[in-house]
């Protein structure tokens, strides 16, 4: 099957995607980890401090730090199964990192929500602190590291905008489909 990247905007359903991953016995490599343990060793709480450690590896290291740091676990996770997913990629240089790497293996799938309805999943949620930085603030962060494009130029696009089931069942066909259908 391949690699397949996911990319959507904050509460649009990527850790959804990645926990039907999961139920399929699909590895998954969360690019957020590299940013929380990054945090951590920078002696930050990963709850405050996420979005600064994000910005500030990508002016460090350049814009494709988090791609480049997950390289070794996607190889990892992809030795010994056909598909492997990315939860969370955040730009287009982020995407053309992975083709290079992965070639023709590697898939994007765009997920989409309208901002009312991620505001509401966010809410829920209770992890994100408004008081730290709202939703349009991630959003706007998000998009400054080129995540619109990324979704423009995605291979396939998922709206999530029904029940938890009908989008569950849309991430279980993309991620059991042969991975080649879906054209770069």
Request: glycine share 8%; with cysteine.
């Amino acid at each position: 099957m391949g690699i397949i990247g996911t990319v959507g905007l904050p509460g649009s359903g990527k850790g959804e995607a990645a926990k039907v991953a999961r139920e399929l016995d699909i590895p998954v490599v969360t690019m957020g980890n590299v940013i929380r343990e990054e945090c951590r060793a920078r002696g930050l709480d990963p709850a405050d401090h996420h979005g600064e450690v994000a910005v500030a590896l990508r002016e460090e290291e350049g814009p494709t730090a988090i791609a480049d740091r997950s390289l070794r676990r996607i190889r990892e996770a992809h030795t010994g199964t056909d598909t492997v997913l990315v939860d969370g990629i955040r730009s287009d240089v982020e995407v053309e990192r992975f083709v290079e790497a992965f070639g023709s293996e590697f898939r994007l799938l765009a997920i989409e929500a309208p901002f009312d309805v991620r505001k509401e999943r966010v809410d829920d949620r209770n992890r994100d602190d408004p008081d730290t930085e709202t939703l349009r603030e991630r959003d706007r962060r998000e998009l400054d590291f080129g995540m619109g494009t990324a979704i423009e130029n995605a291979d396939v696009t998922i709206e999530n905008t029904s029940t938890i089931e009908a989008y569950r069942e849309q991430i279980r066909r993309v991620l059991t489909e042969d991975q080649h259908d879906l054209q770069r």
